[in-house]
């Protein structure tokens, strides 16, 4: 039985004569008669009786035009559903983030994307850059925003966004006065900051700014979310180097100072598999440029 019969046999049923459903299907009386005979053929059942004045269906017949309406209904909107999917305008998107990403135009690209593309299902997971890797390494996802540019040659990606370290500090103390802070002025300061293992580009950066100032930091308490150093920074329990954009977090407590004089940057970027299939990948990507711009 191939959909064909069953499209033939469906127009049939409604006409009730061969020339007209042949007509409708723009084919000629022979082929319309010999696709029934195959498909009567195929299930064991006369479907019409058929003489030289009518053509009627038998019991069997209009059991299975209900049968075939479903079938060929379902058929139909298999075949939408794929060409969707490979429009890109339906399917699922499987999102790692790191905290910062919230600050940094990531929910505004995501509301975009969702207008555009309301039959697009999102999952999103917040995830530190190296525990995001390994998931795009175990396609246990499709797309992730990362801190750190050192990946396997496997992974694909693209910097979405480039800025500058600030200072954050306790609201409270003595340098959230100043209008800029120095690397030096916080020679010492007690660190909040990012395990090494955590991640180790954010980790060397914030090493490599003290070590320019002449010092190395007191590392006094490691997390593994920028947004849960900032909370330890409004809390008293040290000073931190951050992404600008953390600014943005407006948590209580904590102030945000311009760094004077170092060099250093936080770059963000979007990671997928270099193998990776999926259409919706590079227009999410492109929505958050948008959005960024």
């Not at 004045?53 to 909107?77: P, W």
């Not at 600014?247 to 997928?272: C, E, I, M, Q, T």
Request: proline letters at 5%.
């Amino acid at each position: 039985m191939e959909l064909r019969h069953l499209r033939y046999f469906s127009v049939l049923a409604e006409e009730l004569h061969f020339g007209r459903a042949a007509a409708r299907l723009a084919i000629s009386q022979p082929p319309l008669s010999v696709a029934i005979r195959q498909l009567e053929d195929s299930i064991g059942a006369r479907l019409f009786e058929r003489n030289n004045k009518e053509v009627r269906l038998t019991a069997a017949g209009v059991a299975m035009r209900l049968s075939s309406r479903k079938i060929l209904a379902q058929a139909e909107e298999a075949a939408l559903e794929a060409r969707d999917a490979a429009a890109g305008l339906i399917g699922n998107l499987r999102i790692g983030f790191v905290g910062a990403m919230l600050y940094r135009g990531l929910p505004e690209a995501l509301r975009g994307f969702q207008e555009r593309y309301p039959g697009v299902r999102i999952k999103l997971t917040e995830m530190n850059s190296g525990e995001q890797i390994t998931e795009l390494m175990h396609n246990g996802m499709d797309l992730g925003f990362i801190h750190t540019s050192r990946m396997p040659d496997t992974l694909e990606s693209r910097l979405l966004v480039t800025e500058p370290f600030v200072c954050c500090l306790p609201a409270r103390h003595p340098l959230a006065r100043k209008a800029a802070v120095r690397p030096a002025d916080l020679r010492d300061q007690p660190f909040v900051l990012f395990g090494q293992g955590v991640s180790p580009d954010y980790h060397d950066r914030i090493l490599s700014i003290c070590a320019q100032a002449g010092f190395r930091p007191q590392v006094r308490h490691e997390a593994r979310h920028w947004l849960a150093v900032v909370s330890m920074v409004s809390q008293g329990l040290g000073v931190a180097l951050v992404p600008q954009a953390l600014r943005h977090s407006a948590l209580r407590g904590a102030a945000f100072k311009p760094l004077a004089g170092a060099g250093a940057r936080s770059d963000a970027y979007g990671v997928w598999r270099r193998d990776a299939r999926n259409p919706l990948i590079e227009r999410l990507l492109d929505e958050f440029g948008a959005a960024a711009g």
